[in-house]
């Protein structure tokens, strides 16, 4: 007798990235996860209830790799000033994967349509910017290269303007030129 097949929740998350990228979010049905994973139905509706369950867990997957590989790239520069805006900067360094840019793409409707995709979202920017600030030595600076950055990263992941590697790089060394600024600074109280 066969063994049944175990299903991993993350190749269910797969075909629907793959579902995603190749006929948009709004064409994501459980029936088109299932054919693209080649199983059943029944598979993906006893681990996602609803096409929303299914697309919050999408996003709630890339948002937990895309905050392991920063924390593992902010680890990588060892002791730094204002380490969580350094480790964003060098993270972005690696430009966005076509597939990724592609599903980014392809779920904001999902973002606009969703309140709780939302909160997914809204609540790593919360932490994020946090981070940002509290870890930084100047913290306007800080939040005006977060907001630098965040600008060219989603210019990039919507496929909105090339820029060249150089180009690229260039604006990432004066992005990280930012977080330190004198002129960004808070004026000192004329009795320090």
Same mark, same amino acid.
């Given at each position: ?6 299903i991993e ?20 049905? &459980?029936?088109a996860v @299932?054919? =693209?994973? %080649? !199983?059943?139905? #029944? ?6 209830? $609803?096409?929303? +369950? ?56 999902? &973002?606009?349509?969703? @309140?709780? =995709?939302? %909160? !997914?979202?809204? #609540? ?6 946090? $981070?940002?600030? +509290? ?35 260039d604006m ?21």
């Amino acid at each position: 007798m066969a063994r049944p097949r175990v299903i991993e929740q993350s190749d269910i998350l797969d075909a629907a990235e793959l579902v995603v990228v190749r006929e948009g979010a709004a064409h994501l049905t &459980l029936d088109a996860v @299932a054919t =693209a994973a %080649g !199983i059943g139905k #029944a598979s993906v509706v006893y681990d996602y209830k $609803s096409k929303r +369950e299914l697309i919050n867990a999408v996003i709630r997957r890339r948002v937990e790799n895309e905050e392991q590989r920063v924390q593992a790239v902010t680890a990588g520069l060892g002791p730094v000033a204002s380490p969580a805006i350094n480790g964003l900067i060098a993270a972005a360094a690696e430009r966005p994967r076509d597939h990724a840019r592609a599903v980014a793409v392809n779920l904001v409707s999902a &973002l606009a349509q969703d @309140a709780e =995709a939302r %909160g !997914i979202i809204e #609540a790593v920017y919360t932490r994020t910017i946090a $981070s940002v600030t +509290e870890t930084a030595e100047n913290p306007r600076g800080a939040i005006l290269a977060f907001l630098a950055l965040e600008g060219l990263k989603r210019l990039e992941m919507h496929n909105l303007h090339p820029w060249s590697d150089a180009e690229r790089a260039d604006m990432l060394r004066d992005i990280g030129w930012l977080i330190d600024a004198d002129h960004l600074k808070p004026p000192r109280d004329a009795g320090d």
